[in-house]
């Protein structure tokens, strides 16, 4: 399902962690773990292509933008230029800037790496700058691309008056492999540098008159934190077989200051002004997937659609799909190999999730709560016959069937990249969890959703004779109108509820804590995804709401609480999932019968945010126009070009959704990648 991971007032929500020309695999993946790890719930961390940095609007919510390690050269090819313009901008502006190793040097006036080794030397100027001096490396010998042979478990030592948030450790050892000392570092203070930690042992290169390891550079209003070693990287994610003997012991040197590490890290991210988890977060384990239906009888039904695509190993039976494998179980019956597989994967490091088998577990009745603790299903198929007999078009299908996981890598992933499951499927099939480690958004993936949000995908069988008078791009529509009157129609008062529609398909909430300011924060997002087989199209809908969850930006209880009052019903998931999911397949149901005619129009435009406003056309030089609407064939954004003194010249522009960016308080209408 697509999280929610963004707003509109500028509240920084989003850590980009750069995954493009010249970082390698293992940086990335250990960038985002251990940053995962520290800014859950508070920050969505989101790997980002240098395109991504060249040409979309990322940084109104940017709090940080990381360079992981790897060669700065694939950096310098892939950013110089316009990508730099626009990190250093955004840096100056206030935002904050952190590069690990091959980062580190990335963000300095001048790299020397290697100097003399005809195979490995770089030398040259960089543009960012940030530290106005040198990085020189390898701070120690032995480096070898793709390789473990020089690395080492470097010793530093930490200036505690430079870091003062949280925990600061004296001293401790890091993963290196590579990286540079900063020439001169303390020279530089009266340019806002501050060095954060020194190594502690003799070096393979001249570093001036420090040791620079780790070094703090205020820029503008921003800042930016290089390092030398890689701190980010966790002992528990090295292999000890990847080298020889000492590097075994490396691994193990590095367990022992673990802790120290984290309390490193989490002080610097603080420095650079981020709300760093007090606990660091836990990997969570897959649980169990549970199959039930509102008629138990079709719980059985579903399972014998899948007999053509299950295969029997012994006394088990699976699903091999392109993504996943799945072991199907009756409710009840477990075996050995059933209960090792239920046993916590290794959580302290990272997971292949898509390694693992996932077991549904067939319920012949409705799951007690005492089997899904954290999802009432009684609850919520009470909730649903009530919505249900409520609707004009009489729904009866979305929802009725629900697979349930508390924790599962992706509502969507496990629907949507799995064709065969997919194709047995019946329409309004829901997938729902309470936390998912790999959600997926409409550009990259994210990690694990914060607690209290709804998360579930929905499976939508849309025909093929009704892709002219009924398309598909309308889909992302009509689940952002069913997130809002699903919100509206929750109980008495909630039609007071402020939120609304951001063009295409996100939905917006008025700040509960300042609401006179007209602030608007994100809420709610969806994503859809397509594929055709035989006679018909297969849409999953992945949808996300702040429900109970106030960070990273509001919740549904907090908008309750300030919106309706004290009498508000509170915010049930069981019961909002319920509306969300009956007003969409009404919608859906009058959608095939009419079209995205005039009324859906209405409807449409009665809860959006865009009504005449003025925008920046980025991509047709500046241009000023003024939104009316949406073309009611495809869904296509229509502005109004304006000239003098905000007069129409007559020329509308016809925008689509997946190729614009809507910057909404800026006014900015930006192309996509």
């Known amino acids: 399902m697509a999280t929610p991971n963004a707003n509109l007032n500028g509240t920084k929500v989003n850590v980009l962690v750069y995954n493009g020309n010249g970082t390698t695999v293992e940086s990335v993946r250990h960038c985002l773990y251990t ?10 961390v989101i790997p980002v292509t240098a395109d991504m940095l060249i040409k979309e609007p990322w940084t109104l919510t940017c709090a940080l933008l990381v360079i992981p390690g790897g060669a700065d050269l694939g950096y310098c090819r892939a950013l110089n230029g316009a990508g730099n313009r626009r990190i250093e901008q955004f840096v100056r502006r206030g935002g904050a800037f952190l590069g690990f190793c091959a980062g580190g040097y990335y963000g300095c006036k001048r790299c020397e790496f290697e100097v003399g080794d005809k195979t490995l030397q770089v030398i040259g100027e960089r543009e960012l700058a940030f530290f106005p001096g040198t990085c020189r490396g390898g701070a120690f010998g032995g480096f070898v691309y793709h390789s473990e042979s020089g690395a080492r478990a470097a010793e530093v030592t930490v200036s505690k008056e430079a870091l003062t948030a949280g ?6 050892r890091s993963y290196y492999n590579g990286g540079g000392v900063f020439v001169d570092a303390a ?8 060095v954060l930690a020194d190594y502690a042992e003799e070096l393979n290169v001249d570093g001036g008159s420090g ?20 701190p980010e990287f966790a002992a528990a994610n090295l292999d000890k077989s990847a080298g020889g003997p000492e590097y075994a012991r490396i691994v193990d040197a590095l367990a022992e200051d673990d802790r120290a590490r984290t309390d490193f890290l989490k002080a610097c991210l603080g420095k650079l002004r981020l709300q760093v988890a007090q606990n660091t977060t836990t990997v969570p384990s897959l649980s169990s997937l549970h199959l039930s239906s509102l008629d138990p009888a079709d719980t059985e039904q579903i399972v014998s659609s899948l007999r053509d695509i299950i295969t029997t190993e012994g006394q088990e039976e699976y699903v091999k799909d392109e993504n996943d494998t799945f072991r199907i179980e009756k409710a009840g019956t477990w075996s050995m190999g059933s209960l090792d597989e239920a046993l916590p994967q290794s959580s302290e490091g990272i997971v292949d999730y898509n390694a693992i088998t996932k077991r549904i577990v067939v319920h012949d009745e409705v799951p007690s709560s005492k089997t899904t603790p954290y999802f009432n299903h009684h609850a919520f198929y009470s ?6 007999s409520l609707l004009k078009e009489g729904a009866s299908e979305f929802g009725s069937n629900l697979i349930y996981g508390e924790v599962l890598t992706s509502t969507s992933t496990i629907l949507e990249k799995n064709p065969k499951l997919l194709r047995k499927l019946p329409q309004g099939f829901t997938s729902c969890a309470t936390t998912q480690v790999a959600g997926r958004g409409r550009t990259s993936n994210v990690w694990v959703s914060p607690a209290g949000a709804l998360i579930f995908s929905t499976v939508l069988r849309h025909p093929v004779e009704k892709l002219q008078s009924s398309p598909v791009v309308f889909i992302q529509y009509l689940a952002a109108m069913a997130v809002v009157q699903g919100i509206k129609s929750y109980d008495e008062g909630y039609d007071a509820m402020p939120v609304k529609v951001k063009w295409p398909n996100d939905v917006y909430a008025l700040d509960p804590e300042d609401p006179d300011k007209k602030r608007y924060l994100k809420i709610s997002g969806n994503m859809v995804n397509s594929h055709f087989s035989g006679n018909e199209y297969i849409a999953v809908v992945g949808i996300g709401v702040n429900a109970l969850n106030a960070s990273p930006t509001t919740s549904l209880s907090a908008l309750a609480a300030r919106f309706v009052g004290p009498r508000a019903a509170p915010i049930s998931l069981e019961k909002l999932l319920a509306h969300i999911l009956t007003t969409l397949e009404d919608l859906y149901a009058r959608f095939l019968r009419t079209g995205f005619d005039r ?43 304006l000239g003098w003194n905000d007069r129409p010249t007559g020329r509308i522009w ?9 910057d909404f308080f800026r006014g900015l209408l930006k192309r996509k990648v």
């Open 211 to 230: 040791v620079a390891a780790v070094v703090y550079c205020k820029v503008g209003e921003g800042a930016a934190i290089l390092t030398g070693p890689h």
């Open 167 to 172: 925990i600061v450790p004296a001293r401790f």
């Open 383 to 388: 909730h649903l016959r009530r919505c249900q």
């Open 654 to 662: 016809q925008l689509q959704s997946d190729s614009n960016s809507f």
């Open 187 to 194: 020279s530089y203070a009266d340019k806002g540098v501050e």
């Open 35 to 44: 940053l995962r790890r520290l800014l859950a719930p508070h920050y969505a």
């Open 599 to 641: 009324g859906f129009e209405e409807m449409y435009y009665n809860d959006w945010l865009h009504t005449n406003q003025v925008v920046t056309l980025e991509e047709e030089g500046g241009a000023r126009a003024r939104v009316k609407g949406i073309t009611r064939d495809y869904g296509l954004l229509l502005a109004e070009e």
